[in-house]
């Protein structure tokens, strides 16, 4: 089945050609955002008056950092309260959109912190807008929010139909200040992103020709973008394969991949999508046997065989300091086993099977 509840305004001035459709959205939103990328992403500037113009006041809470956790949800729920707000609008990276995903649930069926991954509680949202400084989670549209549950120190996300944003707004401007590792960070995210639409058993035929066409821009573009941070045409390309990935994700949802790197990022600080990265060729080979004919199509669409594509990859030089050893392995391989994304894998994968691919990191 192929399901998707977002109204999507894509390119250029797509804020200032949004401005209808925030009307009739409430009266008072909560902005949701981290502490510089709403500003410094332009998003901000642009946002400010078409508020205006409709007539809605706002109320913002900056306090969401990298891996959102219980408790900044919580926080956030209050404010959203205390303000009168009806709606929130996330601005930024995959962190403040997925916030604005819970505090819409948190603060709609008035949840407990211990109530925040209960989707069986979410019976009503008030909506969301999400706008995007980055091109890697997709998450403007998708369903899902990740969330740390940082008592527990596990990292975990939820999907519920009713957390779709009402409206995407992708103007592929708001990542141009996106720093070098930022950028490349969150295109690795949507490459998994879209690598995982053709891994899961959850898989959407549907969708291939976007997840074709999300690989390829990406390989085409990304190096352009590392290098010229300003050039549209380069971020325009990984916006719209982020926003594929996200298309590719809401179907089939995220498997090992996703699994195996959540504890890299709640045990080393290893941002998302490098976590993602730096196991890619891994998993790859771990599931070639179940989908390597679908991934093959998806390379060949544009002329790369495997061999290319990993070739690339490795020009990435995707590296990141930290110190596996077997208490970890020990500790993380079982959190990984349980996680809700090991029913979507292609083959049927085991302890051994995990823990080697973190001893290859080591
Ligand atoms: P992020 O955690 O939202 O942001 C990473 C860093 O980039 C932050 O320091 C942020 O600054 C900065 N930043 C963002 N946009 C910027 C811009 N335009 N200019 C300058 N700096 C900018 O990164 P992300 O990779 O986009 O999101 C990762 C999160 O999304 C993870 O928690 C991951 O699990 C989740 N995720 C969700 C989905 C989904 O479907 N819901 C899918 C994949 C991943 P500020 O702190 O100032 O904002
Ligand atoms: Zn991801």
Redesign the pocket.
């Known amino acids: 089945m192929f399901y998707l509840n977002t109204k999507v305004m894509f390119g250029k001035d797509a804020l200032q050609r949004s401005v209808p459709l925030l009307a009739g959205l409430g009266q008072r939103a909560l902005l949701v ?6 500003s ?2 332009g998003a901000l500037a642009d946002l400010e008056p078409a508020l205006t113009a409709n007539g809605i006041q706002w109320h913002t809470f900056d306090e ?5 956790d219980l408790d900044t949800i919580m926080a956030g729920k209050e404010r959203f309260l205390s303000a009168n707000c009806d709606f929130v609008i996330g601005i ?7 916030a604005a ?1 819970a505090i819409s649930m948190a603060a709609a069926n008035d949840l407990k912190r211990s109530q925040l991954y209960s989707t069986e509680e979410f019976l009503r949202a008030h909506p969301i807008v999400a706008i ?3 091109a ?4 403007e549209v ?1 369903q ?3 969330l ?1 549950d940082n008592k527990r120190n596990i ?1 975990a ?1 939820w999907g519920h139909e009713l957390a779709f944003p009402t409206l995407a707004i992708i103007d592929p401007r ?6 070098y590792h ?1 950028t490349l ?2 295109a690795v ?1 949507a490459l998994s ?1 879209l690598l995982e639409g053709l891994y899961s058993q959850s898989r959407e035929p549907i969708i291939y020709p976007l997840i074709h066409k999300g690989i390829a821009l990406i390989v085409q573009n990304l190096k352009t973008a590392l290098q010229e941070p300003q050039n549209y045409a380069a971020r325009e390309a990984l916006a719209l394969a982020s926003m594929y990935g ?1 298309m590719a ?1 809401a179907q089939s949802s995220t498997s090992l991949q ?1 699994s195996i790197g959540y504890p890299l ?1 709640t045990t080393f600080d290893v ?3 490098l976590a993602n990265g730096i196991v890619m060729p891994q998993i790859m080979e771990l599931f070639w046997d179940a989908a390597g004919d679908l991934v093959g199509d998806a390379l060949g669409s544009f002329g790369y065989t495997r061999a290319e594509f990993l070739a690339w990859l490795e020009s990435l030089n995707l590296n990141v300091e930290m110190t596996i050893d077997e208490q970890f392995i020990q500790d993380k391989v079982p959190e990984v086993m349980a996680s809700r994304n090991m029913a979507n894998n292609p083959l049927s994968v085991n302890a051994e099977d995990i823990a080697a691919i973190y001893r290859s990191l080591i």
């Not at 955002?33 to 709403?38: L, N």
């Not at 969401?64 to 959102?68: A, C, G, M, W, Y």
């Not at 930024?92 to 997925?98: A, N, Q, R, Y």
């Not at 890697?136 to 998450?139: D, K, Y």
């Open positions: 955002t981290g502490k510089r990328s709403a410094a992403s969401v950092s990298e891996n959102p930024g990276g995959g962190s403040p959109l997925d995903k995007p400084t980055t890697g989670t997709g998450s998708t899902y929010s990740v740390n990292k996300g708001y990542t141009f200040s996106c720093s930022v960070n969150t995210d992103h996200g994700i996703h990022t941002p998302h999508g």
